[in-house]
């Protein structure tokens, strides 16, 4: 019985090894990945649950919320960060070739481009491979006779690279464009830009004390290593934008290096623009919620009506970063108070250090090309839910990871069910419901309703 002792113990080994420490330091660190709004688009696997349905259900009709694709530049970041840096260094009579770390300043120049806003090569690209990825996730839905997108060109830009990766003939799908008014209430695609109660600029404040603190020591390190550049803390934070902007423009960056900035410090990077998007389109501020509740009253209405009432069972529209994060309020999800037992929400982001363990990270919430999905499934062959009366379920996926409503997921892998989900939506309308009361709207014409997708909006055909 030698034989099988020896075995034994070599058949162990390999199943032991797997739960030691490895030998050699596996970790690794990617900047792009903490870039917030600048974030190339990624899916994070944050939670890293399968993105395919449950088993047993095939999902029958599907909405999608997109941030448009990767841009040049953001008008306030160019004004703010990106230019005065580029111009500053430009002037500048430092001999960077004589400083290693920061040689590559010698020969960087900013990337030569047209006009600012508009989408890079990169997101043309990348907007259409998620129109192939979608296509592939739905291979026995429609394809869609619409697609909505806000009226900015890097919207209707980035729908149009979403609508070529997804037809196969041209000209079989239309863009339907919704004005950006300020005054159209919440009936379009950029609900905050017409809620007075919403200023772009909140949180700055807050994020600005943090920006403050964690630049004080790179500060103190430029200034060791150029004395004569006059660093200051909006120089830091327009070469960690840098790396995003030069690597969607161009391919790469030399400011992502993890030699220019640790680690930690591009963490510190993210925590500052967390907290900016925390009071500027979440938790911490109390309008996101009456601002994301439209969107997804009008898009549950749209899921649960009858399919022969629908000529498409695919919904695809392009906003501006500012809508989905305050639709992931709507819905409850990312709130670092969850379990908490506490609603201290402010208190969860605090201004003198990282809350590591936080829920709310933009570079998850809100990358380029950011997508929130509602899907609608038919779960009647799915183990334990064959018998129930109504085989209808909702899951909601951000950046294609499946997620959990906090008050409702009583179906297959904690998706919701049908009339769980009309009670939902009962519970966040009573909660956040009153677009026009909660924005304090100065103009008379407001309405409170999202109704988009019921009028018969006609949009032009995007050929190739
Ligand atoms: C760069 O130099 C020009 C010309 O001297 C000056 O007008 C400009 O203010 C300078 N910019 C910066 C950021 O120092
Ligand atoms: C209110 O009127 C303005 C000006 O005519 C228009 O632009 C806007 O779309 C209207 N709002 C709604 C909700 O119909
Ligand atoms: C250094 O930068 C600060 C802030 O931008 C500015 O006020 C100051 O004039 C600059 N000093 C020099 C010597 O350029
Ligand atoms: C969080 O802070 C913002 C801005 O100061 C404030 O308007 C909001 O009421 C605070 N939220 C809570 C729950 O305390
Ligand atoms: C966030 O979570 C806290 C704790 O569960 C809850 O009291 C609060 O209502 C939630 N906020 C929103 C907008 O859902
Ligand atoms: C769900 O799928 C089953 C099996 O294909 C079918 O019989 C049933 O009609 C479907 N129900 C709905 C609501 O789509
Ligand atoms: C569903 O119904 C079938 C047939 O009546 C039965 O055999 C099965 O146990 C039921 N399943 C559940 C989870 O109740
Ligand atoms: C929700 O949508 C339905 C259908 O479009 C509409 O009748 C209702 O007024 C909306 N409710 C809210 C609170 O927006
Ligand atoms: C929607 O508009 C198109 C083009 O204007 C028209 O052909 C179609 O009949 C309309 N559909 C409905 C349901 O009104």
């Not at 349905?53 to 909405?63: F, L, Y």
């Not at 997108?149 to 919207?155: L, Q, V």
């Not at 529209?317 to 402010?346: C, D, I, Q, W, Y």
Request: aromatic share 10%.
């Amino acid at each position: 019985m030698a034989f099988s002792l020896t075995t034994v113990v070599l058949l162990a080994i390999p199943a032991l090894a797997q739960t030691q420490q490895p030998l050699y330091s596996t970790y690794n660190f990617n900047p792009l990945e903490h870039l917030a709004g600048i974030a190339p688009y990624f899916e994070p696997s944050d939670p890293p649950r399968d993105p395919a349905p449950p088993q047993g259900c095939e999902v029958t009709k599907a909405a999608y919320l997109v941030r448009h694709a990767a841009i040049n530049a953001n008008d306030f970041d160019y004004e703010s960060y990106l230019g005065p840096f580029a111009e500053k260094l430009e002037n500048s009579t430092v001999d960077w070739s004589k400083i290693p770390s920061l040689a590559f300043l010698d020969t960087w120049e900013p990337p030569t481009i047209k006009e600012e806003e508009r989408v890079t090569r990169t997101g043309k690209l990348e907007a259409g491979q998620l129109g192939v990825q979608i296509s592939y996730r739905y291979p026995t839905l429609r394809l869609p006779k619409r697609v909505w997108a806000s009226s900015a060109e890097r919207t209707t830009v980035s729908a149009q690279g979403l609508i070529r990766g997804l037809e196969m003939e041209d000209n079989t799908i239309d863009l339907v464009v919704i004005d950006e008014g300020k005054e159209g209430g919440a009936d379009s695609l950029t609900p905050y830009s017409s809620c007075p109660a919403y200023s772009s600029s909140a949180g700055s404040k807050q994020s600005s004390t943090y920006v403050k603190k964690y630049t004080a020591p790179i500060l103190a390190r430029l200034r060791t290593l150029a004395p004569h550049f006059n660093w200051t803390s909006s120089d830091v934070v327009g070469m960690q934008e840098w790396c995003g902007y030069d690597t969607v423009t161009r391919g790469s960056s030399p400011f992502c290096s993890t030699s220019l900035f640790r680690p930690d410090e591009w963490l510190q990077f993210e925590y500052a623009q967390d907290i900016q998007y925390h009071y500027n389109t979440g938790y911490g501020n109390d309008v996101s919620g009456a601002i994301g509740l439209p969107w997804l009253n009008a898009t549950l209405n749209l899921l649960d009506s009858p399919l022969e009432n629908d000529d498409q069972d695919l919904f695809i529209s392009f906003t501006h970063r500012e809508l989905p994060p305050t639709v992931l309020v709507a819905m409850g999800l990312f709130n670092n108070s969850e379990h908490s037992g506490a609603n201290n929400v402010n208190a969860t982001m605090p201004l003198d250090r990282i809350n590591y363990h936080r829920q709310w990270v933009s570079s998850y919430i809100l990358p380029f090309l950011t997508n929130i999905a509602i899907e609608k499934m038919n779960c009647s062959a799915s183990y334990g839910y064959e018998n129930v009366t109504d085989p209808t379920f909702y899951r909601v996926m951000v950046n294609q990871s499946p997620q959990t409503l906090p008050t409702c997921f009583d179906g297959p892998l904690e998706s919701c069910s049908a009339d769980g989900m009309a009670g939902f939506l009962k519970e966040r309308t009573a909660m956040l419901g009153g677009y026009s009361e909660k924005c304090g709207v100065d103009y008379d014409n407001s309405t409170d309703v999202l109704s988009i997708y019921s009028r018969n909006l006609t949009g032009k055909a995007v050929g190739r």
